[in-house]
């Protein structure tokens, strides 16, 4: 069976860090190409960022509003993707889910979620 | 301002079909496959169509469709279950970042 389980989340200061953890299992991870999508309350889905598999070259993009802030890492060897938040501000408020890319075009597996709240 | 644009909302009532849809431009959907994701109550998403393909588990009753900008996901015979919020979303070659779109709420009358 297929599980990505989220942890890391909690309440922190506007201008803190954060590092979230997925550990991944039931699946291959080392060739899957992983993505974070957060959700801010009320709102829909946003992309965050993703990484590419080892093989892959390993390379990660980041979105516009997240980008300089954020970086995504993976260990495969512990089959964990990593979301590493620094300078968080108050939008970045969320449930952040880490989801597996398909070669469609689309996310496949999600895992629960994990909620960063920012605030002061 | 979302990159892809869905309904805000549809209804139906049981056993009807309805059709949802999601507009993007020749940079994204135009050339990229669509992914359907169903959101229960808040809960974490569930894919339900990727390109035109079913997960695992999917019901046969939800089924994916494109044509040039505009995707589509149909679900033929509705069942009270499937009152969810319903997201696609796409990789957009311009912004170089998968994007998506506003959702659409779907109640079963």
């Known amino acids: 069976e297929v599980q990505l389980v989220e942890s890391g989340g909690g309440l922190v200061k506007p201008g803190e860090s954060l590092r979230l953890s997925c550990a991944a299992s039931g699946f291959n991870f080392n060739n899957a190409w992983m993505s974070w999508v957060r959700q801010a309350p009320g709102k829909g889905l946003e992309w965050v960022g993703r990484?590419?598999?080892?093989?892959?070259?390993?390379?990660?993009e980041y979105a516009a509003p997240v980008k300089g802030r954020i970086t995504i890492s993976r260990d495969d060897s512990k089959k964990t993707l990593y979301l590493q938040m620094n300078s968080l501000k108050t939008e970045d408020t969320a449930v952040y889910y880490c989801?597996?890319?398909?070669?469609?075009?689309?996310?496949?597996?999600w895992g629960q979620g994990t909620m960063v709240t920012v605030s002061s | 301002q979302s990159a892809l644009t869905q309904e805000a909302s549809v209804s139906g009532t049981v056993g009807q079909k309805v059709t949802l849809s999601c507009t993007g431009n020749t940079n994204n959907i135009g050339i990229y496959g669509v992914g359907w994701y169903q959101q229960i109550s808040h809960g974490a998403p569930k894919t339900v169509m990727f390109?035109?393909s079913l997960p695992s588990g999917i019901p046969d009753r939800f089924s994916g469709s494109k044509s040039g900008t505009t995707a589509s996901l149909t679900i033929s015979g509705l069942q009270p279950e499937d009152e969810a919020d319903y997201y696609c979303s796409t990789w957009d070659n311009s912004l170089n970042g998968w994007v998506f779109g506003g959702g659409t709420k779907l109640t079963v009358l």
């Open positions: 390109g035109h």
């Open positions: 990484i590419r598999s080892k093989s892959d070259a390993g390379t990660t």
């Open positions: 989801v597996t890319e398909s070669a469609d075009d689309a996310f496949h597996m």
